[in-house]
């Protein structure tokens, strides 16, 4: 077989991209692992940078999402039981949008499928074959058959689990990681928000966070051990400890319900330089893992998406490898940026285990200057709507 570019991974990343090679008339073919009911079953983030929903748009998928979001002028933050808001469209400009990434994927899989992408689910063993040659290839096996593709690129969207970054040598590689010492529990209830706008909690019993996917869809989360399992976690005992941690007027106000999904996510900071090896590109997860304390692990991986299709749109039309070649360099100056902010909201507003007394004082003192400085709010702000491409 033979197509244009091969996309390993058929998360937001490597459909986004398809999508986008699709409507430029650039042919490719998505290799998945699981099925698509599969993927769609995991739940992820809300929050969508402008740049985001402008890429969505680009890719002709923005029907739905412009009907069903919600556009989201600020967020509020709260420590102990002080809270604030930050103002995002008064000190940027612009905004963020409430829509639920697997949403985001699920409109993607459908305008992938009414326009006949080639999209293999259940694939297995994925090679990538001469990646650092002119003509690589990837080879798959689909029930019991193996199965070559011969390509121009290949691009790497299959997560931080995938084969794609363990494709550029070791000698080639450099990994950055950090692992955070604690977990977000995260539910779901078919509740009404608490609150107009996000609250990210930060409290002496550790960080809370509260969000939404529609008027009545709410999506909770609280800090919590490593060594906790969902199941420790009875709907009650997650209940009475987020009242703790979020502000008393929003704990009183807080309308409870059954979980209809209930998970633990780890929490890690992972970069891999660099994000192209001869003609294979590394996007979104394969390449970068954020915590999630800033909504940035989408919005990092469009930004990689609109990179490369930038790059590849410009070779397919004249030829000139300009746009692939710098690939790698802007994209890691975008992710390192999203690295830095994810990281240092989680070190504002979790509580740390091996936390000293000082380091309490400072955090609070850090969140103190953020509600009373226009500037110290105004960095947040710019990092938390998306900083440009
Ligand atoms: N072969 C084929 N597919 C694979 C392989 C493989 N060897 N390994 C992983 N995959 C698939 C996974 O099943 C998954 O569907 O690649 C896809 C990768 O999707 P994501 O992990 O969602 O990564 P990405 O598309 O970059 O999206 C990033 O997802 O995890 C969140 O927080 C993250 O919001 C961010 C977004
Ligand atoms: C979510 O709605 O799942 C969400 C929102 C904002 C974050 C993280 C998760 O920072």
Redesign the pocket.
């Known amino acids: 077989m033979k197509t244009q570019v091969v996309v390993?991974?058929?998360?937001?990343?490597?459909?986004l991209l398809s999508q986008l090679l699709h409507r430029q008339g650039i042919e490719s073919m998505v290799?998945?692992?699981?099925t698509r009911d599969?993927?769609l079953g995991?739940i992820?983030?809300g929050v969508l940078e402008t740049g985001t929903v402008d890429l969505m748009r680009q890719a002709g998928v923005s029907q739905r999402m412009d009907k069903e979001c919600m556009l989201h002028d600020g967020i509020v933050i709260s420590h102990a039981d002080e809270q604030f808001s930050i103002d995002l469209k008064e000190l940027t400009g612009s905004h963020v949008v409430v829509y639920g990434?697997t949403e985001l994927?699920r409109d993607l899989y459908d305008a992938r499928e009414a326009a006949n992408g080639q999209l293999m689910f259940n694939?297995?063993h994925?090679q990538i074959h001469n990646a650092d040659s002119e003509s690589p290839r990837v080879s798959?096996v689909q029930d019991g058959k193996t199965y070559q593709i011969d390509c121009d690129f290949v691009a790497g969207?299959?997560?931080?689990?995938?084969?794609?970054r363990q494709a550029i040598p070791l000698s080639v590689r450099n990994e950055y990681e950090k692992v955070y010492p604690f977990g977000w529990l995260g539910i779901l209830s078919e509740t009404p928000p608490v609150n107009p706008e996000l609250i990210y909690a930060s409290s002496p019993r550790g960080f809370a966070l509260c969000s939404m996917r529609n008027a009545n869809l709410s999506r909770y989360y609280i800090q919590c051990s490593l060594s906790d399992s969902p199941d420790d976690w009875t709907d009650t005992a997650f209940w009475e400890e987020l009242k703790r941690r979020i502000p008393t007027e929003a704990a009183e106000a807080l309308v409870t319900g059954p979980s209809i999904e209930k998970s633990i996510a780890p929490l890690r900071s992972f970069v891999t330089e660099p994000m192209r090896w001869g003609r294979l590109f590394l996007?979104?997860?394969?390449a970068h893992?954020?915590p999630?304390t800033g909504a940035k692990?989408?919005?990092?991986?469009a930004g990689d998406i609109h990179y490369l299709f930038e790059g590849l749109t410009q070779y397919y039309a004249t030829g000139d490898t300009q746009g692939i070649d710098c690939y790698s360099q802007k994209a890691l100056a975008r992710v390192w940026k999203a690295v830095r902010f994810s990281w240092s909201l989680t070190s504002m507003l979790h509580t740390f285990p091996d936390q000293s007394e000082f380091d309490h004082k400072m955090q609070a003192a850090e969140v103190a200057f953020m509600k009373s400085n226009r500037h110290a709010q105004a960095m947040l702000a710019e990092n938390y709507v998306g900083l440009p491409y």
């Open positions: 390993i991974g058929g998360g937001p990343s490597g459909l290799l998945e692992r699981k599969y993927v995991r992820r983030a990434q994927t694939v297995e994925v798959y969207c299959d997560g931080f689990h995938g084969v794609s996007c979104g997860d394969a893992i954020v999630p692990g989408l919005n990092t991986a």
